[in-house]
Nanobody, 124 residues
Framework: QVQLVESGGGSVQPGGSLRLSCVDP????????KAWIRQAPAKDRGFVGV????????MVTNSVRGRITISSYNPSSTVYLQLNSGHATDTSRYYC?????????????????WGRGTQVTVSS
């Protein structure tokens, strides 16, 4: 089963920062775009942003722009999510699935290879 592996979660105070990582242990998702999607308890999954594997172009949803960036030194390798100025609304489990072939967008149904995620908690 294809899965990507997320790490780097933890607890931070409001205003704090975290960097999440997403790796592809099997090396079989190197030519896929990858997204960061989060889910808080009792809430639907929420699209955070995406990075393409060609050129490494990235974008994030408007609600987190200016606080969250998605990057990769090599899009076929580790993908990062940098959270700055953390807010309680960022508390969620963060996942890094890959885009289905031909898909790029905010619909979370367009992604597969979901890992277990990594928990981020922003609290004082």
């Amino acid at each position: 089963q294809v899965q990507l592996v997320e790490s780097g979660g933890g607890s931070v105070q409001p205003g704090g920062s975290l960097r999440l990582s997403c790796v592809d242990p099997g090396g079989i998702s190197t030519d896929y775009g990858k997204a960061w999607i989060r889910q808080a308890p009792a809430k639907d999954r929420g699209f955070v942003g995406v990075i393409t594997w060609i050129g490494g172009a990235s974008m994030v949803t408007n609600s987190v722009r200016g606080r969250i960036t998605i990057s990769s030194y090599n899009p076929s390798s580790t993908v990062y999510l940098q959270l700055n100025s953390g807010h309680a609304t960022d508390t969620s489990r963060y996942y890094c699935p890959r885009a289905r072939r031909g898909f790029i967008g905010a619909d979370t149904n367009g992604y597969d290879a979901w890992g277990r995620g990594t928990q981020v908690t922003v609290s004082s």
